[in-house]
Nanobody
Framework: QVQLVESGGGLVQAGGSLRLSCTAS?????MGWFRQVPGKERDVVAT????????HYADSVKGRFTISRDNAKNTMFLQMNSLKPEDTAAYYC?????????????????WGHGTQVTVSS
């Protein structure tokens, strides 16, 4: 089974930027970024199809975050700009054997261990 490893999290001030990476141990189809704060469900942030022709963003991040992937390197990215304190969460990447990415975390069957993003006000 493919394994996923996230990197790029950290502490940043409001208005700043971070770029998350998710490297897979092999080829994947649809992938996505999700985030979770303690006591709440894991919510979708952005998803992307195999060749990048389909992307989806949560309303809360539209215009600020950009999802992309480099299939030659089995890596997915999340460029996060204009960060807000409410973006603070553990961010997880996920993959599923589907040509078009579902938006529900329960539909993904491969997960990374997560990377923490903390945005200070």
């Amino acid at each position: 089974q493919v394994q996923l490893v996230e990197s790029g999290g950290g502490l940043v001030q409001a208005g700043g930027s971070l770029r998350l990476s998710c490297t897979a141990s092999g080829s994947t189809l649809s992938m996505g970024w999700f985030r979770q704060v303690p006591g709440k469900e894991r919510d979708v942030v952005a998803t992307i199809s195999k060749n990048g022709d389909y992307t989806h963003y949560a309303d809360s991040v539209k215009g600020r975050f950009t999802i992309s992937r480099d299939n030659a390197k089995n890596t997915m990215f999340l460029q996060m700009n204009s960060l807000k304190p409410e973006d603070t969460a553990a961010y997880y990447c996920a993959a599923v054997n589907s040509w078009y990415p579902p938006q529900n975390s329960r539909d993904y069957d491969v997960w990374g261990h997560g990377t923490q993003v903390t945005v200070s006000s």
